[in-house]
């Protein structure tokens, strides 16, 4: 382990069973924090299922284990390293998955962010100007009821 950073990713992979071969210490951590923290960092998708999400290693690599965000964001950056974009829609289409998967705006514009500073190509800004200008949901402002 390299770093304090390193080890608190580390410890949110061992939360989700991820790493093998492991200190029996680290096992018994990892069932703590499933036991104490599981409900609030662990992200389940649409159906019900457990799903590794690296914004909420972040939060709980900076609310749990006292990282600061800047160190937490670069280690979950790193882990990603080398990993292959392939067969990606365009931006737009890319904006609308990630604001139905995340389940909010914001949530998805931070993951569009951290998917940015991972590849550091164009692609990722592109989807986040369409998640900043794009409406997502049809209009319903209610405008009609002012005039």
Known sequence: MRDKAGAAFQRY???????????????????????????AYIWLDHDGQKSFHYLMAVRFMVEVCGIPLREAWAAACEDLEGAVQENLPDAKAM??????????????????????????DGYWRDVIDELESAALVPENSGIENWQ
């Open 95 to 120: 904006a609308l998955q990630l604001f139905q998967s995340q389940g909010n705006v914001l949530q998805a514009r931070e993951l569009a962010r951290f998917l940015g500073d991972v590849y550091r």
């Open 13 to 39: 992979q061992a939360m989700f069973d991820l790493l093998s071969g492991v200190p029996e210490a680290v096992e018994e951590q990892a069932e703590r924090d499933r036991a104490q923290y599981g409900s």
